[in-house]
């Protein structure tokens, strides 16, 4: 009988967090490195979360793409966010995966990203926002606060600041939403922090 663990996972990435970033979106874990279309968050090409900002955005969810690739444009999407004061990570900095793939369901947390840290490089950031259930719980247990439904915020104050915790539907394929739908949850969030118009 095999009863040994999966290998622990770091992340491979850095915090990307801005100058002047009012939001900070964390995912719960990237998916295997084979996976990647780019050194960057979400990138899983049928991840959606780029088509999502360039719909909203720019009204073409193609626009982050690489024609013909299956790679997203790195380049464009640092520039988008650092431009919007978007900052990225996840809630978790290692884990184990209990099956071969990227679902939360399947993610064991070996190590929280302490988000009060990142929050503490970003002194313009009034909104947390987590895209996966995992990244959720994860904040909830940092902070002490409720958890918010899906498409909505819960405030809590945080060294003296109110923090509004936003809670969006996974841009991952396997949430059962079409993307304009949850494309409609995100224009409202971006709306409410007056990044977009």
Not at 10 to 25: D, I, N, S, V, Y
Not at 35 to 40: E, I, L, Q
Request: charged share 25%; hydrophobic share 40%.
């Amino acid at each position: 009988m095999n009863t040994r663990q999966p290998a622990i996972e770091h992340h491979l990435l850095t915090p990307f967090l801005p100058e002047g970033a009012r939001l900070l979106m964390l995912g719960s874990f990237p998916p295997k490195r084979e996976r990647w279309s780019m050194d960057f968050f979400y990138p899983n090409w049928i991840n959606d979360m780029w088509r999502i900002m360039g719909l909203l955005f720019f009204n073409d969810k193609h626009y982050f793409e690489i024609g013909g690739e299956k790679r997203f444009n790195k380049e464009l999407i640092v520039e988008f966010c650092s431009m919007n004061g978007l900052a990225l990570y996840d809630a978790a900095s290692a884990v184990r995966r209990l099956q071969d793939n990227a679902s939360d369901k399947f993610l064991e947390v070996v190590e929280q990203t302490v988000v009060a840290d990142l929050l503490a490089q970003l002194p313009q950031c009034r909104n947390i926002v987590t895209t996966g259930e995992k990244a959720t719980d994860q904040v909830v247990e940092q902070f002490g606060c409720e958890k918010p439904k899906v498409g909505e915020f819960v405030a809590f104050m945080h060294e003296g600041v109110m923090i509004r915790f936003w809670r969006m539907p996974s841009s991952s394929r396997a949430y059962p939403l079409s993307l304009e739908k949850k494309a409609e949850f995100y224009r409202k969030l971006f709306r409410a922090c007056e990044i977009l118009g």
